[in-house]
């Protein structure tokens, strides 16, 4: 009754709206009514019982409600989005409502939402260029109940997984969870580790250089240098660069294709990357090791060319763009 006065003026209103059939499910909640393109459906709803609960035990991903504040989201439990949470904000508010409703898994046409704009990949660790987020843990084939079992030391439910006895499993059982919590102990150890392995691959020995490459010399007079100058200049283009050069010298030639260190000292290629960096533009560059890494069980290496792997590591994580690699030869 106390809704009676409004009817007739809510009426003109809700007539004068132009109505669709609708283009997605929809659950009507006006006491047994389903026609939501009349106008009289929604003057029902006024005074009428409105079966909001009854929509609730549908099974429904998540229910967007569309209004001017969050009244019925609360009732829908975690599986309610409001569209807007007050006049102050209704864009920004409309946006998040469409992220979330996106993170529970629904399609959302973002071209639409936000045309004009591009997709871009998120953002990375600065440094190991790798993702914030903790990537899922595989799932491994059968056996979690059974190992959940042995965690727990549970001697009968072992017994009833087995169709065993549990009398004869009573000493196997602490045996089998000290080696179960050993094993994880060891993962998660394993974890923090990284290990090193070496695999042969096939070389083109045909293959040339391409484009002009900058060679960086020592001018310790290493023997083994000459010949590796000879060998890559009759392979393509090289230009031979002294060392110590002057900062002048280590800016890249138009067209130069790369720069190759044969520089065996830590701290003078640490000198080069850092000029090379200041420059516009740098071709990659690579280092060449004699001995600094061990391909092989029993392999001894070079203590100073291993500092030049550890160097070369650390400069391709802070310069991805401009570092090329390292090769021990």
Known sequence: PLMAPVLDHFREVVESVEYHEPRIPVLATGGGRTDVTNPEYWVAQVTGTVRFADALTHEIGSWLEIGPAPVLTALADDTGVPAVRGPQSETGDILNAVARVWLRGHDVDWTAVLPGRRRVDLPTYAFQHRDYWLTPKEAT??????????????????????ALDAEDLTEVVPALNRWWNGRGERRRLDSWRYRVSWKPVEVDREAHLDGTWMCLVPADGDPSVPG???????QGTVD?????????ALSPRPGTTGVLSLLNDAPETLTAVQALMSTE??????????????????EGIEPEQARLWGLGQVAGLEWPAGWGGLVDI
């Open 240 to 248: 031979v660069v002294p060392w110590p050069a002057d900062p002048s």
């Open 281 to 298: 533009n740098p071709p990659p560059m690579w280092s060449v090791t004699g001995g600094g890494v061990s391909t092989a069980p029993g």
């Open 228 to 234: 590796l100058v000879e060998s890559l200049a009759a």
């Open 141 to 162: 084939e059968g056996g979690e109940a059974f190992w959940s079992l042995v965690e727990q030391s549970d001697v009968e439910g072992i017994a009833g997984e087995l």
